[in-house]
Structure formats: C-alpha cells, structure tokens
C-alpha cells in the first residue's frame, strides 16, 4: 500500500510488485494509506480535504468519500473496521462509521491535528496536534475524558498501549516521547532523543506524518 504526491494510492501485490487495483485518485497528495483489519478495504486521506474508503476485494464501488474543511493529512480504522478516525489541518479529528458518515461531533484542537487512533476497544481516540498538545477523548460522547497532555512541540504521533490503559505520544518540537496514564493523563517517563527506542517503536507504527504544522 502507497501514498503518493501524484493524486493516487496504489494497491500492490508484495510477492510481485504488480499492482492489484487501479490507482486510488484523489485531486491533490495522499498523504496516508492503510488497509482494514480485514484487507478487504483501503481508507485514504488527501490534501483535497477528504478522506475516502475503497473496496479493494468486490465490484469496485464507488469509494465513500469524508470531507473536512481542510486538508485531511491522516486516517486509521478501527480495530473492528466498522469505524475509522481523521486527522486535519483544519484543527478537528473526526470519528465515522466507515459505512455511512460522523458519529460525534468535531474533536477540538487549537491547531491542525497530526495524528489520530482508536484504543484497543474503539471507545476512546488519542489526537496529536500542532498546538503542543495530545488529547483522548470518549468516542461516544465526543469529549476529551483527561487534561491535554502538554509537550513542547507538535505532537505527530501517539499510541495506546495493547491494554489500553496507557498512551505514548512523540514530538518532533521537544525530541520527546511520553508515557501517560490514558485515565488520569498523568506523565509516568519520558525518552528524550528522535532515536529512543520508544520514539522509533512508535513513529514506525504508521505513515509519516504531513509536513505543515511542525514546530
């Protein structure tokens, strides 16, 4: 699965390189890629301002297709595939059905968010943004259930851990990346240096980030 500056995303066969699909379009750069937990499905995010769902493995639908007011720079399903999570410039992360459309209102940022996951269960979503600063916040009701967890620079990617009680979130401003309790959104540790193992673990969990917003 690629990303590209060219408009499209591409499914490719790994044993091969042969592509598997046609080229997944968007208007402007892609800027994330992922399969579904079950790989019948792509999502894509753009600087078109849209995220988009494809079926990979049926007739070749139509995708459906998630709008934001500005560019959508990352995407995730969640582990049961029936939801998914985007990131964008326009200072929101939004949780959808990846069926029909919005299941909770905007989650706030100050600035463009980077990042966006699901924990393990799906209830709760870990944001990252530009504005120094990571959230969780309850799926369901749209609000952020802990204090924002401050760094000193944007924050471009996060995690849960597999029991969903703690979050690690990286920086590339301050050189960090720090542990939390994803209840109370207390710092337990942090490793300082973009090269820490906890940095590395968690930066390769997924595409690289968009570059605007970055302090």
């Known amino acids: 699965?690629?990303?590209?500056?060219?408009?499209?995303?591409?499914?490719?066969?790994?044993?091969?390189?042969?592509?598997?699909?046609?080229?997944?379009?968007?208007?402007?750069?892609?800027?994330?890629?992922?399969?579904?937990?079950?790989?019948?499905?792509?999502?894509?995010?753009?600087?078109?301002?849209?995220a988009r769902v494809w079926e990979i493995v049926g007739r070749g639908e139509a995708p459906?297709?998630?709008?934001?007011?500005?560019?959508?720079?990352?995407?995730?399903?969640?582990s049961d595939g029936r939801s998914l999570v985007t990131?964008?410039?326009?200072?929101?992360?939004?949780?959808?059905?990846?069926?029909?459309?919005?299941?909770?209102?905007?989650?706030?940022?100050?600035?463009?968010?980077?990042h966006a996951c699901f924990s393990p269960d799906g209830r709760r979503v870990l944001t990252g943004s530009a504005d120094h600063t990571a959230r969780v916040w309850d799926v369901a009701t749209g609000q952020p259930l802990t204090q924002?967890?401050?760094?000193?620079?944007?924050?471009?990617r996060g995690a849960f851990s597999p029991e969903g009680d703690r979050v690690i979130t990286v920086s590339r401003g301050d050189g960090k990346a720090q542990i939390w309790n994803a209840h109370s959104g207390r710092a337990s540790g942090a490793k300082s240096g973009p090269q820490g193992p906890a940095t590395r673990r968690v930066v390769q969990s997924g595409c690289s980030p968009p570059d605007y917003g970055r302090s």
């Open 64 to 78: 459906l297709t998630f709008r934001h007011e500005r560019e959508a720079g990352y995407v995730a399903f969640s």
């Open 1 to 50: 699965m690629t990303a590209s500056n060219d408009h499209t995303a591409r499914v490719w066969e790994a044993a091969t390189g042969e592509a598997v699909t046609p080229p997944l379009r968007h208007n402007f750069l892609v800027t994330s890629a992922f399969f579904s937990p079950d790989g019948r499905r792509v999502v894509t995010a753009s600087g078109d301002r849209t």
């Open 87 to 114: 990131a964008s410039q326009d200072g929101t992360a939004r949780v959808w059905s990846a069926v029909s459309g919005p299941v909770a209102g905007p989650l706030w940022h100050d600035k463009a968010v980077l």
């Open 148 to 156: 924002s967890l401050k760094h000193g620079g944007s924050v471009v």
